[in-house]
């Protein structure tokens, strides 16, 4: 058993009682379970009431129900109704309107917020200005859409996408499910 200096004159044994436990595999599997869910960050999008599709006819009269007014039933206080204040990570970025090399002018065309949290951008066979100018944002980190991986997009707060790259993905998604479905 290897001993530890602890003075000049004396030396004491380490204490090796901690690690004298049965190993629960189980345990252990949900402790690795729960490190992975931690480290899963999503990219969500949720409906305000305004993309709720639902009747914008009045629910009931204004005055005498005895109830609370109300106009539609998108509001978020109803069931079906939308969010008020949701996650919205998934942005579109419109890329056709830069047409000269300036991040300035690039960050304008950033949706708000990008600079709160890891961004991503991902882009597919967009313009050179484009990328030279979003190169140098502090935050923003370029993906191209044919090298992206759920690991990347995991690991960013905000996604954005260009409409080249959210049409790449989309033809890809769509050639995976006729290859799963057949």
């Keep these: ?16 009682s901690v ?3 049965e190993v ?19 990219v969500a999008k949720v409906k305000t009431r305004g993309e709720v599709t639902a009747s914008t006819r009045k629910i009931y009269k204004q005055k005498g129900t005895g109830n ?16 008020v204040f949701g996650p919205t ?10 047409k000269d090399k300036s991040t300035k002018k690039a960050i304008k065309l950033l949706p708000e917020g990008y600079d709160k ?28 859409a044919n090298r992206l991986n759920a690991y990347k997009v995991a ?12 049409d790449y993905l989309g033809k890809k998604v769509s050639l995976v499910k006729k290859a799963t479905t057949k």
């Design 1 to 16: 058993m290897p001993t530890k200096k602890t003075t000049a004159t004396t030396t004491t044994a380490p204490d090796f």
């Design 19 to 21: 690690f004298n436990v």
């Design 24 to 42: 629960s595999p189980s345990l252990i599997s949900q402790a690795i379970y729960i490190y992975q869910a931690n480290s899963h960050r999503g």
């Design 68 to 83: 609370a007014r109300h106009g539609a039933k998108s509001a978020p206080i109803f069931v079906g109704g939308g969010v």
């Design 89 to 98: 990570r998934l942005s579109l970025l419109d890329s056709k309107e830069l």
């Design 117 to 144: 949290q890891k961004t991503s951008l991902v882009h597919f066979g967009d313009t050179p200005e484009l990328l030279k100018s979003l190169s140098n944002v502090k935050g923003l980190t370029l993906l191209a």
């Design 155 to 166: 690991q960013s707060g905000k996604v954005i996408l260009t409409a080249t790259a959210l």
